[in-house]
């Protein structure tokens, strides 16, 4: 009877007791897109860009609007880009990763790549289809409030975006500015002991 009571209690504790979260990739790349919505510097750049386009802008446009245009284009971007993403299941890390190559060839070639092209969750790399729909998306988000700018003339300013992104990272190249590839140390080759010497008979 004891021990039929102890097992009920040890029972019921475990039920009530809640089972640590699990870690797995839907949960992680929705973390992912929240933080990078929040991200301090970003929030930043688009407070700087509303005060600088305010004061650029010399038809009277409230701080506010240019808070909302620049907030929402921003979060249309970010959102498309982590939801593509997720559903072609491709990494959302933008940021530049430098080659491990010589020679001014190669490195172009790198640099073109990381430009077009983004990493796949299982390896290898594709068109940047989530990180090129995003940038359409953000600056097609801007007609709503830049109404003397059509169709044509973003999608083409978008499309040229895309060849000042990739002289860009050509100059990231070529002056080493980036992510690193990790160093990896060479392998110590494994030491054998010396043989000791056998006992020499009696």
């Known amino acids: 009877m004891t021990v039929a009571l102890a097992t009920i209690a040890v029972t019921k504790t475990a039920a009530q007791t809640p089972s640590p979260m699990r870690i797995t990739p839907r949960n992680a790349r929705a973390s992912a897109y929240l933080d990078e919505l929040a991200n301090p510097r970003g929030l930043a750049w688009v407070a700087g860009g509303a005060v600088l386009g305010r004061l650029r802008n010399e038809d009277g446009t409230d701080l506010t609007d240019e808070l ?117 140390p060479p392998a110590t080759p494994n030491r054998v002991a010396p043989a000791l010497p056998l006992p020499e008979a009696q």
Request: charge should be positive; charged fraction near 20%.
């Open 68 to 184: 909302a245009f620049r907030a929402t284009k921003r979060a249309v971007g970010i959102s498309v880009r982590h939801g593509l993403a997720a559903a072609m299941h491709f990494g959302t890390d933008t940021r530049y990763h430098l080659c491990e190559c010589r020679g001014l060839g190669p490195r172009v070639v790198h640099a073109l790549v990381e430009t077009f092209t983004d990493p796949r969750d299982g390896g290898g790399r594709a068109l940047a289809v989530p990180r090129i729909a995003a940038h359409y998306a953000e600056n097609l988000t801007g007609l709503a409030w830049n109404h003397d700018r059509n169709l044509g003339t973003v999608v083409t300013g978008t499309s040229l975006s895309f060849g000042a992104q990739a002289l860009f990272n050509i100059g990231r190249e070529l002056t080493g500015i980036g992510i690193r590839p990790p160093v990896i």
